[in-house]
């Protein structure tokens, strides 16, 4: 087996891309100008991603990795971890940022939720999953809110939507996820309260015990997006505004998805008709 080190970009690869997310990257949504630096953030945060869902990386290997990126994004030296191909997202980045000011946590706070994931497999409680996904998701609104001028006052409601976003998808992915990966991002405690483990996650489907789990879960989902959907009317820029309409409808779309489907049938997707309809429910902010 060859070392770890040397394992080249492409094995480290996920296989993950646009198709997979919940929500739409650098769209036409957005004004022309904007979107290579959104699609240069994508591709940095898609590197590090990669990074930390590498099976054939040991948890230290990944944080290494991880580090070099953190100090290539930072422009500082320690780089020489991280493959040549991983770099480049990082030096890419690194000058979009330069070029429109983004503070660089929006890129950094990421690498502490992929080092988290490369260390720690499992979420002991709720508020360890929301500390998560401070770190994993809400950097993401936070950027793209930054990078079009949007004020600070626009993060509670952000943040929510980008909570929100990510805990749906590790519902998605519940049974994938501990399968691939050995990762459960279903709170222990609640598990354990409920005289389960997550191995309940492997069946067929879910059972009576674990669906209400599931269900405490999307309780939880429907509170953040009802603070998230205050969060068009804060956007000034028109184009900024209707993506964050667009995206807003398509959180509540697939938690109701996630009501009446089971996610350890198969994966639990936002369908056509879902993206339709989200985009006729933001015509309004477009209109405002």
């Not at 580090?67 to 191909?85: H, I, K, P, Q, Y």
């Not at 994931?117 to 499992?122: F, K, N, W």
Request: charged share 25%; hydrophobic share 45%.
């Amino acid at each position: 087996m060859r070392p770890q080190q040397a394992i080249p970009v492409a094995e480290v690869a996920s296989g993950k891309g646009k198709q997979d997310e919940n929500f739409p990257v650098g769209s036409l949504l957005l004004d022309r100008r904007h979107r290579p630096h959104v699609h240069a953030y994508y591709g940095f945060a898609r590197a590090i991603d990669d990074i930390a869902d590498n099976s054939l990386l040991s948890p230290e290997a990944k944080v290494a990795r991880l580090d070099a990126m953190e100090a290539a994004v930072l422009g500082r030296f320690g780089g020489e971890a991280a493959s040549a191909g991983e770099l480049a997202h990082a030096v890419r980045l690194r000058a979009s940022l330069a070029l429109t000011g983004v503070p660089a946590t929006t890129a950094t706070d990421l690498i502490v939720a992929f080092r988290r994931d490369a260390v720690q497999p499992r979420t002991p409680d709720w508020d360890d999953l929301l500390l998560y996904c401070r770190y994993s998701a809400n950097p993401v609104g936070r950027y793209l809110l930054a990078l079009h001028g949007e004020s600070e006052a626009t993060a509670p409601a952000s943040d929510a939507l980008c909570t929100a976003l990510q805990v749906l998808n590790h519902l998605q992915d519940c049974a994938d996820d501990l399968a691939t990966l050995d990762r459960c991002y279903i709170p222990q405690d609640w598990l354990a309260q409920a005289g389960l483990d997550e191995t309940a996650l492997r069946a067929s489907a879910a059972g009576p015990a674990l669906r209400r789990i599931l269900d405490r879960l999307l309780d939880e989902v429907d509170a953040l997006n009802r603070l998230a959907a205050t969060l068009p009317g804060q956007v000034v820029d028109r184009r900024m505004r209707l993506e964050a309409a667009v995206i807003v409808g398509l959180s509540h779309r697939l938690a109701t998805r996630l009501r009446r489907e089971d996610p350890l049938a198969g994966r639990v997707k936002l369908r056509r008709n879902d993206v339709a309809g989200s985009l006729l429910g933001a015509a309004r902010a477009w209109r405002r």
